[in-house]
């Protein structure tokens, strides 16, 4: 969901039960609405892909880095 319902990335963790970490909102003005499967590269960095842009309304991908 996130803010707006656009998309959102989180993570959950286990300590006395689940903790929930919001890291990225797709809410603008960059990328929004996070479509397909996202991947992990060597260094742990996670990449996806979005099907609006915020500016131009084209697709892109996008890379989070912990």
Do not use: K
């Amino acid at each position: 969901m996130g803010i707006q319902a656009c998309g959102c990335v989180f993570s959950r963790t286990v300590q006395n039960g689940w903790t929930y970490t919001s890291l990225h909102d797709f809410s603008g003005p960059g990328f929004i609405s996070p479509v397909s499967n996202v991947s992990f590269d060597s260094q742990g960095n996670l990449w996806g892909t979005a099907s609006t842009d915020g500016h131009v309304r084209d697709g892109g991908v996008w890379e989070i880095i912990p």
